[in-house]
Every structure is written in structure tokens, then in C-alpha cells.
């Protein structure tokens, strides 16, 4: 059980991707979704403003891939269509990376807006989740995300998950527009957006460098390694297996 004073923690920053959500969602479900349909989504929307600039935005950071000697697939620009196909082929090449760079996140949201919309996705959390949101939020706490995928996905995910709309828990959803995760300038401003001091803030990730930087920040933390399916975890003491134990009435 964590042994938090009540009164410490005012508002719970939760990572989503191995804390409230498996990783093989994000993986298996949402990346090949995005890698099969990013070429129609950028044909079918190429002359949206957001769109088009989210590509220059990509365009820009290819420029710094290749300078930075990581051998992203070119991109020519002699023709609409050779310009497109080089957008595709650069947006393949960083979702097979994982890459948490901003536009490309912002597009993968809008994909999966579509997806969700038209019932092809589903949103899955932990089944100890709900129940959590729905304690804290009877504690009077301020439940928020923050997440590499846009603020977009993080919305649709929760709001579409087998235990119902989770979204009316949720106060704020923060991502890389705030800054990178492991960086501790993303979570003083993450703070700066509340009335509360970093240590009012409880922060649950499964990443380490997160935690570091969070803390770093002055905001508490709690390493979250959930259980494999055969019943063990990663194996640090320090670490909670659930959300059960946080904060118990």
C-alpha cells in the first residue's frame, strides 16, 4: 500500500503506454493501424492547413535525420506526388522507430480518430483503472495524462475503452507540446499549469527516465510495472504491480 499523507498529493500525472494501458496495445493495435492508412489519410488530406503543415513539420525534421547521419528513406520534391511518397515513406520509417516526434504524433491522433470513429479501434486500460479514477476523483483529486501520443489520442483512447467513457475523470491531457518525458522543464510546466506546487503532484510511470526527471522536477513518484501474464513482474521492490493500493478509501 502506499503510504502517501491524503493530503500530499493533490493531482495524479499518469503515463499512459505500460501504466494505465498495455504496451501491446500500442504496439500491436495502434501502430500498424497508423502504418497502414497513413499514405490514404495524407492523400485524402493533403490540402487541410494542420495536415499539410504537420508534413513540413516532418519534412524538416528528415533535413535533421540526415544530418544527424541516421539514413531516413528520402524525400524529393520534384513532383506533388514524389513529395507525398517521401512523407510516407519518412512517416513509416519513424513509427518503426517509435519516434515521439510531435507532428508525426499529431497525424497518428488523427488516423486513429478515424479508426475510432468507424469502430476498427478500441481503447484499452488495465481493469483496475476505472475503479481508481472513480476513487480519486470521490477524493476530490485532479486525475491527468501525459503521454507522447497527442492530447487527440489520448482523449479517444479513454474514451472509448470496454468499462465505458473514462473522460470525465480526466481534468487535463498533456503531450510532447509541453516537452519530452524525460526531461524535468516538461513537468515544471506541467506544474505551472496548476494552483499546486510539483510535490502536490503524484507521477506514475513505467519508465524509468521519466520518473527521474519528474522527480527532478520535485513532484513525487511511483515506478508502475504491471504484472506479465504469468503472474510476475520486472522484479524492484520499490515498484507497484496495480493501482488498487494508491489511495485506498
Keep these: 500500500?502506499?503510504?502517501?499523507?491524503?493530503?500530499?498529493?493533490?493531482?495524479?500525472?499518469?503515463?499512459?503506454?505500460?501504466?494505465?494501458?498495455?504496451?501491446?496495445?500500442?504496439?500491436?493495435?495502434?501502430?500498424?493501424?497508423?502504418?497502414?492508412?497513413?499514405?490514404?489519410?495524407?492523400?485524402?488530406?493533403?490540402?487541410?492547413?494542420?495536415?499539410?503543415?504537420?508534413?513540413?513539420?516532418?519534412?524538416?525534421?528528415?533535413?535533421?535525420?540526415?544530418?544527424?547521419?541516421?539514413?531516413?528513406?528520402?524525400?524529393?520534391?520534384?513532383?506533388?506526388e514524389e513529395r507525398?511518397?517521401?512523407?510516407?515513406?519518412?512517416?513509416?520509417?519513424?513509427?518503426?522507430?517509435?519516434?515521439?516526434?510531435?507532428?508525426?504524433?499529431?497525424?497518428?491522433?488523427?488516423?486513429?480518430?478515424?479508426?475510432?470513429?468507424?469502430?476498427?479501434?478500441?481503447?484499452?486500460?488495465?481493469?483496475?483503472?476505472?475503479?481508481?479514477f472513480e476513487r480519486w476523483r470521490r477524493q476530490k483529486r485532479i486525475i491527468c495524462i501525459y503521454s507522447s501520443g497527442s492530447a487527440l489520442a489520448q482523449r479517444l483512447l479513454f474514451r472509448s475503452t470496454s468499462y465505458g467513457d473514462l473522460t470525465d475523470h480526466i481534468s487535463l491531457y498533456f503531450d510532447t507540446r509541453v516537452g519530452a518525458k524525460a526531461e524535468p522543464d516538461s513537468y515544471c510546466r506541467i506544474a505551472g499549469s496548476f494552483a499546486h506546487r510539483p510535490e502536490r503532484f503524484l507521477f506514475i510511470s513505467d519508465a524509468l527516465k521519466e520518473i527521474e526527471a519528474a522527480r527532478g522536477a520535485g513532484m513525487r513518484t511511483l515506478l508502475c510495472e504491471r504484472l506479465e501474464p504469468s503472474g510476475t513482474s520486472g522484479g524492484r521492490p520499490d515498484a507497484i504491480h496495480d493501482f488498487q493500493g494508491i489511495f485506498p478509501d
Excluded at 107 to 114: A, D, N
Excluded at 119 to 130: F, S
Design 1 to 80: 500500500m502506499v503510504t502517501f499523507n491524503e493530503e500530499q498529493v493533490r493531482v495524479l500525472l499518469l503515463d499512459i503506454e505500460g501504466t494505465t494501458t498495455p504496451a501491446d496495445f500500442v504496439y500491436k493495435t495502434l501502430f500498424p493501424y497508423a502504418s497502414r492508412k497513413l499514405e490514404t489519410f495524407l492523400r485524402e488530406h493533403e490540402r487541410n492547413p494542420e495536415v499539410r503543415n504537420a508534413v513540413e513539420e516532418l519534412r524538416e525534421q528528415q533535413s535533421v535525420d540526415l544530418r544527424n547521419g541516421l539514413e531516413p528513406p528520402p524525400w524529393k520534391s520534384d513532383s506533388e
Design 84 to 132: 507525398l511518397r517521401g512523407g510516407v515513406a519518412y512517416g513509416l520509417w519513424l513509427i518503426e522507430r517509435d519516434s515521439k516526434c510531435t507532428p508525426l504524433k499529431l497525424l497518428e491522433g488523427k488516423i486513429w480518430q478515424r479508426g475510432y470513429e468507424c469502430g476498427e479501434i478500441k481503447g484499452e486500460v488495465y481493469a483496475d483503472v476505472p475503479a481508481a
